[in-house]
């Protein structure tokens, strides 16, 4: 291995130096950017992909979760004894044995793997049963007796405001009030004052789930010499290491992650999870390996899915549609737990500024605790409803402005290489090409407002991270890292922590190493995901693997290449410089007839320097962002998206059909060209149902004078998700602004193009129909509520009216850049707290 | 496993299934699903679940070459035993010939039709039976076809476009990728 590992030595030239090569010409590529198969595409089509639940062991035991039938409330006593008495069960654990808690964030370690002492929502898991095979273990979890206390259940922001007591948790801001943000950015008021145009709009964007088609699974198996392996279906093995050493109160070193390819995540699979934590201590209680799958409704308790978000937006702008200034407020339903609640109600505000400028903006948000199943990251974590709201937005203020939506966006993008007032900084920026090629694909300026009634155009953009820019831990280290071996036999192995959820990262490691080193990449060995055998990488979530592995990848690559090429320019008698890898030789620039194959290549090099072997490493560059809070929202580059939604409504009903879509993404650079058609194309799916179909919400009803407050689809038939008979035909463009910061210019592809899909058809349907929705799912009830009310004379428009009134704290004032701001706070000259909104 | 069911671990009882033209002898629990002899008794996990109540179309296999859900197929039902000959289960293990990917394989592969792949078994058989009955089906017949298998990955777009190339692959053409399904417009 290369001497240096860490520090300084990682980034051995900056972006700005082109070290990441953006600038390379597409014909000087041979692997990046071509539309290859995946690494894995033969082993997928084959069926034989290790999932996690394809996996048994000698002497295996079925671990099966009891859980809470109860909202909210105590737990009095539970009686395991007709349960351990049961034929072939072989163990029970309960949440007294597993004192220490968990959880994603550092800020909020607030579970446990067992309930102690009190449930939190219906499916709160309550003890583990392990059994011979499966059945017994659902029977002996029924035989286990719960003597639940019931306490007061909260269902909504409003109630947790209104119920500061009994607390859901005994941490958080106050009462029931998970979190509070305030942050300020200019001077809004001046903004408005400013503005020619002043409106406020309120939004409300339903939750709903990410719905992989794999369930949760994992086989936990702890041996002899009191190490534990876990093989789970992990987006994040990395933290969900960290979780069980301060769980199992064992050292690191005797924890091995393994993350099996997932059959889907989307977010989903990004928290450590009580399964998987008490599979592992139920292995070493009883000295088996024990194998826990969920089932569909566990799944949809295990959640963490899309945040119900209420919002207040209010914006100033000129005639011409300038935004002067922007006053985002944002209240999150956050479920039972804390997940990545804190992240996620930061990111409700941190995103708005990347698309447009935007002079002045204030910022606040609120988390509450629910009795609901945690909500958390889904595809687009937390930007996805503010985005929803702000092109909604947008798109009423062209109209009062009698502006063309499309134009006036173009008009007042955000520009490249600049800071925004909330210290974002904007790399490469593709959003007018994006805008113009869908308003060229559409026939926009032809259509837009000119098709008859019922039928109408949406357009809306977007801009999503190609990672965070900070770990979720505080820590100095690489967010990604990349060991390579060269052997003999010309082999290269690639090693890596990142976790293949099918968005294709282990094909990205191999187009990178083979594009340096000039090898087929379906040639390499890919080893991802183990943390015994990889260098760690964080995990797959924020859209971060492709830019960050990648560098990574790149960096180790370069490495190898020098120390082969040192061995070759020797045996070949050519200088280093004029040496060429490609096709699995190296070769004389001048004269390629003087070659050797790689294998070749590979054993000069190990005469001359012994084995090889290099490292290679990723840590995004610092922030500009120095206030607290301002850790969320930087990444190394910017993805952009726009779409533009046909529909076809029918005003007597409301129902609706979506012909078409035509969406372009700036991807900055393809490293496969049809995996990012892939991911857009998924991903416009996704929005898709978000926007027609999808909410995680939940009943509530009085039976017998209770009240019962249950997930209204916890499965996949309530649940409805689009069916391919739904999905419309999707015209894509992929364009390509390369950002210095990424492999060869590349940025993310997965989760961007969701965002605009939700807007464009709420656009769309006012095109239509003349009703505005600022409610998400856009159901055609909504749709019919709406033209009834606009009938009868009153709103042409289904919404919310007004958020909960809140306590606000002071806020953490922030100069923007063009203010002198050197992205710190300073303090604060605002009045004390001041109530605002309505009647809550 | 379904958490509702009662009485745990009847006695299990002997059959024959015939799956890939192979046939295996299997003592199973008479309530078990042909999902879980396949995947458990015979350990053939290519088969897999997204929810084991007849919801997502991924458990899908062939029987008597029409797809089935096989999380709802109890195994019984496909058993050969006293009282008749095994029905021939297909499955995605059989669908290469040795190491020659089918031409869905092939396309599914060639595309990215197959993101995380767990839902990929299920659309590849209920393709194959698909082209089986109709060698070149147009994009409607194909989404109705397709319309009880659930993808969450791709958008399902990718997979009409595999079908298509795999369908004039098996009709005899030598189809390439349309230069939009792999670059875009
Ligand atoms: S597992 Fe059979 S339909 Fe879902
Ligand atoms: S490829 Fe992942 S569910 Fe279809």
Known sequence: ?840 | MSPHSESPTPAKQLGVFHVNGETHEVAFAPHHTLLEVLREDLGLTGTTHGCELGECGTCTVLVDGTPVLSCLTLALEVAGGADGDPRPIETIEGLADGPNLHPLQDAFADLGASQCGYCSSGFMLTANALLRDDPAPDRAKIRTALAGNICRCTGYVKIFEAVELAAARLRGEARQPARETLYGS
């Not at chain 1, 069960?89 to 102690?116: C, M, W």
């Not at chain 1, 939604?645 to 005003?651: F, L, N």
Request: aromatic share 8%; with cysteine; glycine share 10%.
């Open chain 1, 1 to 840: 291995m290369a001497a240096e590992s860490n520090g300084a030595a990682n980034q051995p030239g900056t972006a700005d130096q082109g070290y990441y090569r953006h600038d390379t010409p597409q014909q000087d590529l041979r692997v990046i950017g071509k539309p290859l198969r995946k690494v894995d595409a033969r082993t997928k089509v084959t069926g034989r992909t290790g999932y996690a639940d394809n996996l048994s062991l000698p002497r295996m035991v079925y671990m099966k979760l009891l859980r809470s039938t109860q909202a909210h409330a105590r737990i009095r006593s539970i009686d395991t004894s007709a349960a351990a008495a049961m034929p072939g069960v072989v163990g029970i654990l309960l949440g007294s044995e597993l004192p220490n808690q968990f959880g994603i964030l550092p800020v909020s370690n607030d579970e446990h793997t067992l309930a102690i002492d009190r449930v939190r929502f219906v499916g709160d898991p309550v003890a583990a049963v392990a059994a011979l095979d499966e059945e017994t273990a659902w029977a002996a979890c029924r035989a286990i007796v719960v003597d639940y206390e019931p306490l007061p259940v909260i269902g909504s922001p409003a109630e947790a405001l209104a119920t500061p007591e009994p607390r859901i948790h005994d941490y958080g801001d106050e009462g029931n009030v998970h979190k509070y943000v305030n942050l300020q950015f200019g001077d809004v008021e001046r903004g408005f004052a400013e503005s020619d145009l002043v409106r406020q709009d309120v939004f409300f964007f339903e939750g709903n789930t990410h719905l992989p088609m794999e369930q949760h699974a994992c086989l936990a198996d702890y041996d002899k010499d009191h190490k534990v392996t876990i093989h789970s279906s992990t987006q994040t093995p990395h933290y969900l290491h960290k979780a069980l050493t301060k769980v199992l109160a064992m050292p690191a070193s005797n924890i091995r992650v393994i993350a099996c390819p997932n059959g889907g995540g989307f977010g989903g699979k990004s928290d450590p999870f009580n399964h998987e934590v008490a599979a592992c201590a139920m292995s070493r209680k009883i000295g088996r390996p024990v194998k826990c799958s969920l089932t569909r409704e566990e799944v949809f308790h295990c959640h963490r899915g899309r945040h119900p978000v209420l919002m207040k937006a209010k914006i100033g702008v000129r005639k011409d549609g300038e935004i002067q200034a922007l006053d985002f407020e944002s209240h999150l339903d956050g479920g039972a737990f804390g997940s990545y609640g804190v992240a996620s109600t930061f990111y409700t505000g941190a995103l708005q500024t990347v698309t447009y400028q935007l002079k002045n903006y204030h910022f606040r948000g609120a988390r509450y605790f629910t009795n609901k199943a945690p909500c958390g990251p889904k595809r687009g974590h937390g930007t996805v409803q503010p985005r929803f709201a702000l092109e909604c937005l947008l798109d009423k203020v062209a109209c009062d402005l009698d502006l063309d939506p499309a134009e006036m966006r173009l008009r007042h993008l955000a520009k490249r290489g600049e800071l925004t007032a909330n210290f974002m900084r904007i790399g490469s920026m593709g959003l007018g090409e994006c805008i113009e090629k869908v308003v060229a694909g559409s026939g926009w300026k032809e259509r837009r407002g000119k098709l008859p009634f019922g039928r109408g155009l949406g357009l809306a953009c977007s801009s999503y991270l190609s990672g965070a820019g900070l770990p979720i831990y505080w820590n100095a280290m690489p967010h990604s890292g990349v060991q390579l071996q060269l052997d003999r036999s010309g082999l290269v192995t690639v090693f890596c922590g990142s976790t293949d959820i099918g968005q294709g990262s282990m094909s990205v490691l191999a187009y990178v190493v083979a594009e340096v080193l000039g090898l087929d990449p379906m040639k390499l060995r890919i080893v991802t995901a183990d943390t015994d055998l990889t260098p760690v990488d964080l995990g797959s979530y924020s859209s971060r693997v492709t830019l960050m592995t990648g560098n990574a990848a790149m960096q180790a690559a370069e490495r190898a290449k020098e120390i082969v090429a040192a061995a070759v320019a020797e045996k070949l008698e050519v200088p280093k410089s004029n040496l060429v890898f490609a096709d699995e030789h190296v070769f004389d620039a001048a004269d390629p007839s003087r070659r050797m194959s790689f294998a070749e290549a590979v054993i000069a090099a190990e005469a001359k320097f012994g084995t090889v072997g290099t490292v290679g490493s990723y840590k995004p560059p610092r922030s500009a962002a120095r206030f607290k809070g301002g850790g969320v929202g930087p990444s190394p580059s910017y993805s952009y998206t726009a779409a533009v939604v046909e529909i076809e409504v029918d005003p007597e009903t409301g129902q609706y059909t979506i012909p078409k879509i035509w969406v372009a993404h700036d991807v900055g650079r393809s490293i496969n060209a049809a995996l990012v058609m892939g991911q857009i194309e998924g991903s416009v799916y996704m929005g898709l149902g978000e926007a027609t179909m999808e909410e995680s919400a939940y009943r509530d009803r009085s039976h017998k004078g209770k009240r019962v407050f249950l997930h209204n689809q916890p499965s996949m038939l309530d649940y409805k998700s689009p069916l391919a008979v739904d999905m419309p035909e999707v015209v894509t463009y992929i364009v390509e602004d390369h950002d210095p910061n990424g492999p060869w210019g590349a940025k993310e592809a997965g989760q961007g193009p969701l965002l605009p899909i939700m807007p464009a058809v709420a656009n769309a349907v006012f095109d239509a129909v003349g009703v505005r929705i600022d409610t998400n799912p856009i159901t055609p009830e909504r749709i019919f509520a709406a033209l009834q009310s606009k009938a009868k004379g009153g709103e042409a428009r289904f919404g919310p009216s007004d958020v909960p009134a809140v306590a606000w704290p002071e806020p953490r004032v922030v100069p923007p850049p063009w203010e002198g701001g050197d992205g710190k706070e300073v303090a604060s000259d605002a009045p004390a707290p001041t109530r605002s909104g309505g009647k809550g």
